[in-house]
T-cell receptor, first 110, second 113 residues
Framework: KNEVEQSPQNLTAQEGEFITINCSYSVGISALHWLQQHPGGGIVSLFM???GKKKHGRLIATINIQEKHSSLHITASHPRDSAVYIC????????????FGTGTRLKVLA | NAGVTQTPKFRVLKTGQSMTLLCAQDMNHEYMYWYRQDPGMGLRLIHY???????AKGEVPDGYNVSRLKKQNFLLGLESAAPSQTSVYFC????????????FGPGTRLLVL
């Protein structure tokens, strides 16, 4: 079982829909990151969370430390949101380690 | 302000050849990382550096070497390339490690025949 799991793996939505991507992890963490990987391959950091909720534009990220779960929400989705969204955690145990999920591939149709 | 840059963008090697991937950052970051990304797997850390002159092994270091002679540069070397090293390589940097945002380069696509 992977230490960081994302769901769904693939997601197709119509423009304007509300989208939720989930991330569950099984290790102790000091921070959780949401990243966006564009179709061209570039990776951009969207959020870093250690508790609560953060909002940036149409993107909202939440984390529940007790349940070891985070969600990334996209409101009023747009075709330009089409990308792979990656969850990554900074584990607190063992040697330095960032653990990445395998990503959720999102396609938003016009 | 270019952020994190990587050269080359794409390379084809034959088995046994060597090459060096260069990562450069202009943000004065202390920490730098090399990752590989393979289909169906999350990014995996190859090596990292917490400052000029320091390097450390990550999750998948075998077959790679690194050097950080200057703070702004982090080099990843393949001494004898193998087909299993076909991958997309990403460099990243951050101010510190514990909870800081990582800034990624555009990636290098490597094909080993």
């Amino acid at each position: 079982k992977n230490e960081v799991e994302q769901s769904p793996q693939n997601l197709t939505a119509q423009e304007g829909e509300f989208i939720t991507i989930n991330c569950s992890y099984s290790v102790g963490i000091s921070a959780l990151h949401w990243l966006q990987q564009h179709p061209g391959g570039g990776i951009v950091s969207l959020f870093m969370l250690s508790s609560g909720k953060k909002k940036h534009g149409r993107l909202i990220a939440t984390i529940n430390i007790q349940e070891k779960h985070s969600s990334l929400h996209i409101t009023a989705s747009h075709p330009r949101d089409s990308a792979v969204y990656i969850c990554a955690v900074r584990a607190t145990t063992g040697t330095y380690k960032y653990i990445f999920g395998t990503g959720t591939r999102l396609k938003v149709l016009a | 302000n270019a952020g994190v840059t990587q050269t080359p963008k794409f390379r084809v090697l034959k088995t046994g050849q060597s090459m060096t991937l260069l990562c450069a950052q202009d943000m004065n970051h202390e920490y730098m990382y090399w990752y590989r990304q393979d289909p169906g797997m999350g990014l995996r850390l190859i090596h990292y550096s917490v400052g000029e002159g320091t390097t450390a092994k990550g999750e998948v270091p075998d077959g790679y070497n690194v050097s950080r002679l200057k703070k702004q540069n982090f080099l990843l070397g393949l001494e004898s390339a193998a087909p299993s090293q076909t991958s997309v390589y990403f460099c990243a940097s951050s101010r510190s490690t514990l909870r800081e945002t990582q800034y990624f380069g555009p990636g290098t696509r490597l094909l080993v025949l």
